[in-house]
T-cell receptor
Framework: AQSVTQLGSHVSVSEGALVLLRCNYSSSVPPYLFWYVQYPNQGLQLLLKYTTGATLVKGINGFEAEFKKSETSFHLTKPSAHMSDAAEYFCAVSSKKETSGSRLTFGEGTQLTVNP | EAGVTQFPSHSVIEKGQTVTLRCDPISGHDNLYWYRRVMGKEIKFLLHFVKESKQDESGMPNNRFLAERTGGTYSTLKVQPAELEDSGVYFC??????????????FGEGSRLTVL
């Protein structure tokens, strides 16, 4: 079974500060890892993903995440927060197994607040 | 191109009543998914359609939930009779290929269900 743990349901940063949203996963098979973002009154949209290859992946709006197998982590970072980054962020895991390829397993989400 | 649309955006019903949620996927997307988020918890998988067939319905909580996708186009999710614990946000997503592997799920804004 797969699971995702997001540390911190609420994170608050100042504009221009580093954003770090933590995600740890559990998977018995090589995982595919994703970060989704949900802005107010919108659906979830894919921010970035790791499937294979380079462990540091870059996404939209200056976000990036690094897959660390030894730590079973996939933390999301952005060097300098912008007011428009305020949203809820979800980490998710899937696997390459065909039988479980129909579902994503999500974490509980982290609400990011950016203060002026 | 129109995105995934869901209707209604918010529904308030009393325990024991019936509610039907509708999802219109992006045109041409054979894969359609239903997810649910209860009380700010994690987003949980409910089921997956490939065209009109149920590929995976292992996430459906019980037989009070019925999902259909007639003709492989739009989908409905009926809850009958509704219970208090069914309250939450129901998300629909669609993809061209196995979205849970590629991460390329396109989500709707969700239908918020409140059962009183």
């Amino acid at each position: 079974a797969q699971s995702v743990t997001q540390l911190g349901s609420h994170v608050s940063v100042s504009e221009g500060a580093l954003v770090l949203l933590r995600c740890n996963y559990s998977s018995s098979v090589p995982p595919y890892l994703f970060w989704y973002v949900q802005y107010p009154n919108q659906g979830l949209q894919l921010l970035l993903k790791y499937t294979t290859g380079a462990t540091l992946v870059k996404g939209i709006n200056g976000f990036e995440a690094e897959f660390k197998k030894s730590e079973t982590s996939f933390h999301l970072t952005k060097p300098s927060a912008h007011m428009s980054d305020a949203a809820e962020y979800f980490c998710a895991v899937s696997s390459k197994k065909e039988t479980s390829g129909s579902r994503l397993t999500f974490g509980e989400g982290t609400q990011l607040t950016v203060n002026p | 191109e129109a995105g995934v649309t869901q209707f209604p955006s918010h529904s308030v019903i009393e325990k024991g009543q019936t509610v039907t949620l509708r999802c219109d996927p992006i045109s041409g997307h054979d894969n359609l998914y239903w997810y649910r988020r209860v009380m700010g918890k994690e987003i949980k998988f409910l089921l997956h359609f490939v065209k009109e067939s149920k590929q995976d319905e292992s996430g459906m909580p019980n037989n009070r939930f019925l999902a259909e996708r007639t003709g492989g186009t739009y989908s409905t999710l009926k809850v009958q009779p509704a219970e208090l614990e069914d309250s939450g946000v129901y998300f629909c997503a669609s993809s061209q290929r196995f979205g849970a592997i590629t991460g390329e799920l396109f989500f709707g804004e969700g239908s918020r269900l409140t059962v009183l």
